[in-house]
DNA sequence: CTATGTTTAATGCGGG
DNA sequence: CCCGCATTAAACATAG
């Protein structure tokens, strides 16, 4: 019997898929991008009921990661220590949970089965295609400054980026709530239409999720280095704001059917925009050396141990 | 070797 | 009841 104690609410299974799990920790982060081991510790430092069974669930996020075409691989610059890709969410996927329901999506999001304006024949579209994806990467320098290390073939589909953001967009849960000693929180609360009342107690209730103080000292799981994202990019100019395009994430879904013009992509681009890790890195030497992989994860240790009890 | 990824298959569940 | 999404298990590949 779980004696009537602060845990007894954290370690029920939360109202949250893995989809939207994942998703959550993706969007936490300033750089919108987690290795497989992040997102892991993401899950069990707010949710009790994933410190046990670790290889169930963990096996099941994973098949979900690959499975699901609205998780993207991005990977790792040579200068980023440390084992598998990161994770990001597919730049057209939007939010997946509009309907309210955490647990299932009115639809699984799936990338617009690569129509393949390449592989088809289908000059026209094949050159409009181009230009927009040169279009999208020009957007996202001027935005963020980033310099993009791998254009692979992939497909924004139509979608505009998403602008705006859902009460319950997972931006929003996510986004560190505004706590009041009581343990409420302030959210878009008073403004919110009828029909989300419901969600929003779950959002300031969360009885599932470890909250306060956590969120604070724990919330910035953010990379091994603090200063600079997974790109060597500056956070400052990435971080806050959700607003911030998901720094582009330059996916690497290893899409299946052969992507052999994305050489030719390469080609039609300026060399700054096509970047590839192999080639000339722009990236200055001392931006790598600045951060070890010397991660702190005392913090967030500290507080398990309290949350076993 | 272990962590990370990919895939297939079976099963459960909810909504239309 | 069927369809589609979610969960779980498990085999297998690969990278560090």
Partial sequence: MPRPGRNTYSEQ????????????????????????SEIYKFIMDRFPYYRENTQR?????????????????????????????????????????????????RKRFKVPATPDPVTQNKPADTTHYLQQQAKLRLSALATTGTHLSQMNNYNFGVSPPTTFKHPFAIENIIARDYKIPGGLTFSTMQS???????????????PHMYNSSVMDTAAPISMPSA??????????????????????????KATPPSVPRLAAL???????????????????????????????HSMSASLQSVAVH
Avoid at 97 to 104: A, D, I, T, V, Y
Avoid at 193 to 204: D, F, K, M, S
Wanted: a positive charge.
């Fill in 13 to 36: 299974k939360p109202p949250y898929s893995y989809i939207s799990l994942t998703a959550m920790a993706i969007q936490s982060c300033p750089e919108k991008m987690l290795p497989l």
């Fill in 57 to 105: 669930w963990q096996n099941s996020l994973r098949h979900n990661l690959s499975f699901n075409d609205c998780f993207i691989k991005i990977p790792r610059r040579p200068d980023q220590p440390g084992k598998g890709s990161f994770w990001a969410l597919h730049p057209s996927c939007g939010d997946m949970f509009e309907n309210g329901s955490f647990l299932r999506r």
């Fill in 192 to 206: 919110m239409p009828a029909g989300y009342q419901i969600h929003n107690q779950l959002t300031t209730a969360w």
């Fill in 227 to 252: 200063e600079y994202s997974a790109y060597g990019v500056p956070l400052k100019s990435l971080c806050h704001g959700a607003q911030t395009l998901p720094a582009i994430p330059v996916p690497i």
């Fill in 266 to 296: 390469h080609a039609h681009l300026p060399a700054f925009l096509s970047v590839s890790p192999q080639s000339t890195s722009p990236t200055p030497p001392h931006v790598a050396a600045t951060n070890s992989s010397s991660t702190t």
